[in-house]
């Protein structure tokens, strides 16, 4: 089915309208233990809630939609669910996994989301932290994925999202020397137009309620400030700790599935 494009009414494009991100991974049919899995009835009722967010009178933060790694079920499930919608999206795929990974979208599927009229990304190429690779694995993990994408899908390919969120300058000059001109992050902040080289994301946990979700688009932004606050705590904890250990503590309080790399922070 293509997808109706979206369109933004003119009464709100008359006053200054940021963007709120969210960043989703896998769908489940069932409950998952997974922390960045979600429900699909779940999933739906988040849609729900920001197609009437858009719709509102005094909406002044426009709703988003992201979806990194790519899972199976974000063709699958999310996809349809959006179209029947009239949602649009990105999808950032980690490249290397394509057609190789159980689970994980093989090329067929990715054609078919870009057809659809859904934007795509890259994620890396294995998933590794960028902050962890050395120049060579950079050229991989931002080059290799991009140009094969481009590829694949015959289409630039000019956005990226952080696997695990995991970014310092090095990364980002690497990045932009890559050819990205944007790139996405978990950072929880609202983004003003233009959007800027580095754009931030809410990762939505597959247990947030679609009430604490509204809470977020709040005009006075109190939530969505105190999640800034706390991102920015973490990344401390982490510089104090040493990334791996962080990511492996993470790991154990956020009930990383045994033998994925989708768990947690470690793998958004
Ligand atoms: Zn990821």
Redesign the pocket.
Same mark, same amino acid.
């Given at each position: 089915m293509p997808l109706r494009v979206e369109s933004i009414p003119e009464e709100k494009t008359r006053r200054p309208l940021r963007r709120l991100f969210l960043l989703y %991974?896998e769908i489940r049919s069932g409950e998952s233990r997974y922390s960045y899995a979600i429900e699909s009835g779940m999933f739906e009722r988040h849609l729900d809630l920001l197609v009437r967010l858009r719709e509102a009178q005094d909406c002044d933060l426009w709703p988003e939609l992201t979806f990194?790694?790519g899972h199976s079920s974000d063709v699958e499930i999310a996809a349809p669910l959006l179209q029947s919608r009239g949602l649009t999206a990105r999808f950032?795929i980690?490249a290397g996994w394509t057609e190789t990974k159980t689970g994980y979208m093989g090329w067929a599927e990715v054609r078919s989301l870009h057809e659809a009229g859904f934007t795509i990304g890259a994620?890396g190429w294995s %998933?590794k932290l960028l902050t962890h690779c050395s120049d060579a694995e950079l050229q991989t993990e931002l080059g290799r994925s991009r140009l094969t994408l481009e590829d694949k899908l015959g289409v630039s390919v000019t956005t990226m999202?952080l696997?695990?969120g995991r970014a310092n300058r090095r990364v980002l000059a690497a990045c932009a020397e890559a050819g990205y001109t944007q790139v996405y992050t978990s950072v929880p902040r609202a983004e003003s137009l233009p959007l800027g080289a580095t754009v931030g994301r809410l990762n939505v946990a597959g247990s947030m309620q679609p009430e604490w979700i509204a809470k977020l688009f709040q005009p006075d932004g109190r939530i969505l400030r105190r999640l800034g606050r706390r991102y920015r705590m973490k990344e401390a904890a982490k510089a104090l700790m040493g990334d791996r250990l962080y990511a492996g503590l993470w790991a154990l309080v956020s009930r990383k599935e045994p033998g994925t790399d989708?768990g947690g922070e470690g793998?958004?």
């Amino acid at each position: 089915m293509p997808l109706r494009v979206e369109s933004i009414p003119e009464e709100k494009t008359r006053r200054p309208l940021r963007r709120l991100f969210l960043l989703y %991974h896998e769908i489940r049919s069932g409950e998952s233990r997974y922390s960045y899995a979600i429900e699909s009835g779940m999933f739906e009722r988040h849609l729900d809630l920001l197609v009437r967010l858009r719709e509102a009178q005094d909406c002044d933060l426009w709703p988003e939609l992201t979806f990194d790694d790519g899972h199976s079920s974000d063709v699958e499930i999310a996809a349809p669910l959006l179209q029947s919608r009239g949602l649009t999206a990105r999808f950032f795929i980690t490249a290397g996994w394509t057609e190789t990974k159980t689970g994980y979208m093989g090329w067929a599927e990715v054609r078919s989301l870009h057809e659809a009229g859904f934007t795509i990304g890259a994620h890396g190429w294995s %998933h590794k932290l960028l902050t962890h690779c050395s120049d060579a694995e950079l050229q991989t993990e931002l080059g290799r994925s991009r140009l094969t994408l481009e590829d694949k899908l015959g289409v630039s390919v000019t956005t990226m999202s952080l696997p695990g969120g995991r970014a310092n300058r090095r990364v980002l000059a690497a990045c932009a020397e890559a050819g990205y001109t944007q790139v996405y992050t978990s950072v929880p902040r609202a983004e003003s137009l233009p959007l800027g080289a580095t754009v931030g994301r809410l990762n939505v946990a597959g247990s947030m309620q679609p009430e604490w979700i509204a809470k977020l688009f709040q005009p006075d932004g109190r939530i969505l400030r105190r999640l800034g606050r706390r991102y920015r705590m973490k990344e401390a904890a982490k510089a104090l700790m040493g990334d791996r250990l962080y990511a492996g503590l993470w790991a154990l309080v956020s009930r990383k599935e045994p033998g994925t790399d989708g768990g947690g922070e470690g793998a958004e």
